[in-house]
C-alpha cells in the first residue's frame, strides 16, 4: 500500500476527507522524525517504539574491486513493534 493508497484507506475507515486523512499523516511523520532527530524516543503503547541506534565505524570491503574502505559512523532509526500491532498481523 502507497502513501495515495493509504490515505484514502484513513479517509474512508474514519469517515473524512482525504486531504485531512493527508494532512494527519504528514502531521505524524514530520513530527516522528523531528523527534528523532533530536535523539527522542517515541512510545506508542501496542502500536511500537521509535528510538536512534548509533552505529560505529567500522572497516569494510568494495565487493568489487577488494578495496579496504572506512564506513562512517551513523544513526539507525529503530521501530521495536509493540504487542498489539504484533498480535494483529500474527491472527489467523
Known amino acids: ?44 503503547i501496542g502500536f511500537g517504539n521509535f528510538s536512534v541506534s548509533k552505529v560505529a565505524a567500522r572497516s569494510g570491503r568494495n565487493p568489487r574491486t577488494g578495496e579496504a574502505l572506512e564506513i562512517a559512523a551513523y544513526n539507525q532509526p529503530k521501530l521495536k513493534v509493540g504487542q498489539k500491532l504484533k498480535s494483529a498481523v500474527n491472527s489467523k
Open 1 to 44: 500500500m502507497n502513501k495515495t493508497e493509504f490515505v484514502k484507506h484513513i479517509a474512508e475507515q474514519h469517515q473524512c476527507t482525504q486531504v485531512e486523512a493527508e494532512k494527519t499523516i504528514d502531521i505524524f511523520t514530520s513530527s516522528v522524525i523531528d523527534a528523532m532527530e533530536k535523539g527522542n524516543e517515541i512510545s506508542l
